[in-house]
């Protein structure tokens, strides 16, 4: 974040990843929010070559991302394992990747060896652009009022004057906005005037309960995308072709018998963490990990996190290792409802 980011936001009081409340208790989020989403950065790709090198580095189909729709996506390792994760939407000038913050460098350098053989650049748009969350009743009308028209549709997008913004349900009532920094104070009065300022928290929230899991530095590298269940959001195209890391990916998906799934799950307490391990009772081998999590009440979190099959189906998802979580009393097999892991629903099936 540079000096004129937080400048503007310490004017406004935003409620930024320092200072969050606890998030909602209930199932929606507060209507009519706006919440600054300082937790995402952006990297801009442009050139000739762009749609044809994005083509072959990632697992949507970028023939269908243009100036009126955009995409979930993912880049993968050669074996399949994502590097990021990302929402992308261009305008004239460029794709934007929007992405968590802390994987842009190093998803720039992931590719770099791949970009240099085409007609295309690659740049951190993080101080560029910051990400507006933006829910509620009023969303869509106050879209509509500012720039002229709504996206039309879930990843439905428009550019207007260098804003894009992406429409994230079918309601027209969850959008984000990426602004380019220098026009913030100038939109922000419209954007802000019939919407509650929240923390990003609650946008957090909202995405772990649409299932939307989202790699961060500290799950990089460690799922393919059918964990996450890109197979069911739309983020993985099986008719595209060829790209890095597609032939791990559609032979799972076509041959393999996937044995980990991703599940929305509510956690005893507030230190889990993404990249935190899951265990079962009787063993201190790891059976999940952790990929999004929130703080919703005290002593209470919702997360979403890859977990075996098996271990779901038999109700027995630990946070700590049982060998830890011994009184007196325990017998080994035993699970403490302290450390007890609820499996919660998705919106969306998991697996056929």
Known sequence: MNTEQLSFFQSINAQLRTAEPQAPTGEQNPLD?????DYYGFLAIEGPDTTTFLQGQ????LDTVNDNCAQLG??????????SSFLIACD????????????????????????AFSKATQRNASEDYTAIGLSGACAGATIEGLF???????HRSISHDGVVVVQLDERASVFECWIPTAQLPLLW?????????TSAQYWQLAIIRQGQGEVSAATSELFIPQMLNFHRTGAISFTKGCYTGQEVIARMQYKGKLKRHMYR????GERAQPGDDLYSAGTDQSIGKIVNCITTTPGRSEALAVITRANVEADNVLLQPASTDFDADSKLGEINENTA???LSLPYTIAD
Request: net charge positive; charged share 15%; aromatic share 4%.
């Open 33 to 37: 929010s706006i919440a600054v989403l």
């Open 58 to 61: 990632t697992t949507c189909d």
């Open 74 to 83: 993912a880049f993968c390792t050669p074996k399949g394992r994502i590097i």
């Open 92 to 115: 004239p000038h460029h794709h934007l990747l929007r992405m968590r913050l802390d994987l842009v460098a190093s998803t720039a350098d992931a590719i770099s060896k791949y970009i």
């Open 148 to 154: 002229g028209t709504l996206p039309g549709g879930k």
């Open 189 to 197: 009065p419209q954007l802000s005037s019939n919407h509650t300022l």
């Open 265 to 268: 799950v509510a956690l005893p």
């Open 341 to 343: 892991v609820k499996i």
